[in-house]
């Protein structure tokens, strides 16, 4: 895949990006790849993913312009985006993750990407933390728009771990490069600070965060709130990425956007019927009568 001859010019149409815009001369013998993140365009763990990364492909970096951590697969649409760019295949973007997939893919790049890889977020995204997170969310967009994706997370940003972890999402892009994803899959992947033992194929594990939401009073005696106090309360599990990053192994989950669970809707056929005869009993009764003579 891929941009097609030598050079490629593009000049983006939309006007919320900005009348000032400047075209882009990009010289690609190979793959696009197009790297965002929930942390920020100066956050470490974003330079040491486009720099690992660089030898796959041409890497275009489209990434909030500020941390947009937990904000889920928001989009902005109740007000223009702006976009900076602030280096070569480089842009600040005033929103969210999933905005920044989306103008990078629809507007910024040259033409479509051959992979979209978010990350490496600053801090694991396990288990329940993917309905959350704007690292994942990222490449769900990517997946939707049609093209393979991957989110990447360290688990201890705190103590480093950066470089090791650019170099296995280095190997699973590579993969994916070659061999593809199924439709609608994107994979979630989670690296462990220090030593890793090796990569695991995982499963989602479960996570509740107890106590998560805190009640302050300000100066002048009204209340307020703060969510996501307590720790964490992991539940593992057999082949569950918590699991595997407990032991130290780097975890790789693949997600699917179909959410639909079919064994319910097999065996909740029997509502079908059911409802719709209640809904028109209901319907039947409250219908006005008509008066006779």
Known sequence: MGCQGSLVQI?????????SRPTLNVKQPGSVL???????????GLQSLAEALAELGEVYVVAPDREQNAVGHALTLHRPLRVDRTGERRFAVNGTPSDCVNLGIQG?????PS???SGINHGSNLGDDVTYSGTVSAAMEGTLLGVPSLAVSLADPDTGGFDEAARIARLIA????VEGLPPKTLLNVNVPSGPVKG???????HRVYKEKVVEEMDPRGRTYYWIGAGPPVWEDGDATDIAAIRQRYATVTPLHL????????RRMGA???????QLRSRRSRNAPRRRSG
């Not at 910024?108 to 479509?112: D, F, H, K, S, V």
Request: hydrophobic share 45%.
């Open 108 to 112: 910024l790049l040259p033409c479509m």
């Open 115 to 117: 992979l979209v890889v």
């Open 34 to 44: 197009l790297v965002t993140n929930d942390d920020g365009i100066s956050a470490r």
């Open 174 to 177: 590579a993969r994916v490069l």
């Open 199 to 205: 990569i695991r194929l995982t499963r989602l594990g």
């Open 271 to 277: 509502w079908e019927g059911a409802l719709t005869a």
């Open 11 to 19: 000049q983006s149409p939309r006007p919320a990006l900005s009348p």
């Open 258 to 265: 179909d959410l639909t669970h079919y064994e319910a809707l």
